[in-house]
């Protein structure tokens, strides 16, 4: 019942910018903490952000290469995630998926791929 679909991946040269998005359904989205996750060709899938909140505190983190030019953020009322990807790289190339933090519930993921 679970269902993460992720968007907004493609080609793009270096220093451009994409915004992905994640609509999540089945579940109560407002409850839970969500991360995006990346993987490149011939690596592990790697954690890229979270988003968490304490009370009414939303909290981000962030890898040490993408601090600085991604933004993780969500929209409850529309049940999505997002990463705002700027400045990006030939490095940032990967499939991004977006994940419920810390539970096995992942999108299918959408491909960015990053070249002049």
């Known amino acids: 019942q679970v269902q993460l679909v992720e968007s907004g991946g493609g080609l793009v040269k270096p220093g451009g910018s994409l915004r992905l998005s994640c609509v999540g359904s089945?579940?109560?989205?407002?409850?839970?903490?969500m991360a995006w996750h990346r993987q490149s060709p011939g690596k592990q899938r790697e954690l890229v952000a979270t988003?968490?909140?304490?009370?009414?505190?939303?909290?981000?983190y962030y890898i040490d290469s993408v601090k600085g030019r991604f933004t993780i953020s969500r929209d409850n009322a529309k049940n999505t995630l997002y990463l705002q990807m700027n400045n990006l790289k030939p490095e940032d190339t990967a499939v991004y998926y977006c994940?419920?933090?810390?539970?096995?519930?992942w999108g299918r993921g959408t491909q960015v791929t990053v070249s002049s």
């Open positions: 994940r419920l933090l810390n539970r096995n519930y």
């Open positions: 988003i968490t909140r304490s009370n009414t505190t939303y909290h981000t």
């Open positions: 089945g579940f109560s989205f407002s409850s839970y903490a």
